[in-house]
């Protein structure tokens, strides 16, 4: 048997016994994607009845919370080796804290709609610019669902390649926000001082979720070397 292949079984059954919990957190991964989804399509299409797609964003928050209460129980209730089980823990809260954010995220577009004029000018171009900017986060969040595909399987190269592209990627974002902030202070005077300072802060928040991405995926690559150690 080829040493990567001894390798994989290893590991195959190093995590066999937190198969489930790992299942639940990929179900969690799903409700990210699922959210970020609707919130790219509240952002680009201001004309539909955008509360019905954050109250589906809402109902995915409310899932994940289940989800993170109930993997959260098992593992300190000793379902994972002690080896893994802090990196686990913290796997989990990261992952949440990227729904959280999309669902804040959510909450607070609902509020710009509504105080806001951004149906016109310059406004919804840089809103639809944002929403650009969270395709981009799309690429890495679904890069990170592959990526625990590989963490499932044990698959150590797979996870370290996966998790240097997500990173690679990352950067790529960090560029892209830096522009779309300077395209907003290009056309600041074209803005009142309160749709100038709350479309600066979305900007920002909206990265919080490239950078969680990042975290998670370090932590997955975390796991697997301290199961090896």
């Known amino acids: 048997m080829k040493l990567k292949d001894r390798l994989l079984e290893i590991l195959s059954k190093l995590l066999a016994p937190s198969k489930e919990i790992l299942d639940r957190l990929e179900e969690h991964i799903d409700l990210s994607i699922d959210s970020l989804d609707k919130l790219i399509h509240m952002i680009t299409h201001p004309e539909e009845d955008i509360s019905k797609f954050y109250k589906l ?20 209730q000793g379902a994972v080796s002690l080896t893994i089980q802090s990196h686990l823990i913290q796997l989990v809260n990261t992952l949440d804290d990227i729904l959280d954010k999309i669902n804040f995220l959510g909450r607070d577009y609902i509020r710009m709609h509504h105080y806001m004029k951004l149906h016109q000018g310059e406004v919804r171009e840089i ?24 963490f499932k399987k044990g698959d150590l190269d797979s996870i370290l390649s996966m998790r240097d592209e997500i990173e690679r990627l990352e950067e790529e974002g960090d560029e892209v926000k830096d522009k779309l902030i300077e395209k907003l202070y290009v056309n600041s005077r074209l803005l009142d001082a309160h749709q100038f300072i709350l479309l600066r802060s979305y900007i920002l928040d909206t990265d919080d979720i490239e950078d969680l991405c990042e975290d998670s995926a370090n932590l997955i690559s975390l796991i697997i070397l301290s199961v090896l150690s």
């Open 57 to 76: 964003i809402e109902e995915n928050e409310k899932l994940g919370d289940k989800i993170v209460y109930d993997v959260t129980k098992r593992i300190l």
């Open 127 to 150: 809103l639809n610019s944002i929403g650009e900017n969270l395709r981009h986060s799309m690429r890495i969040l679904t890069k990170l669902k592959d990526m625990f595909g590989s």
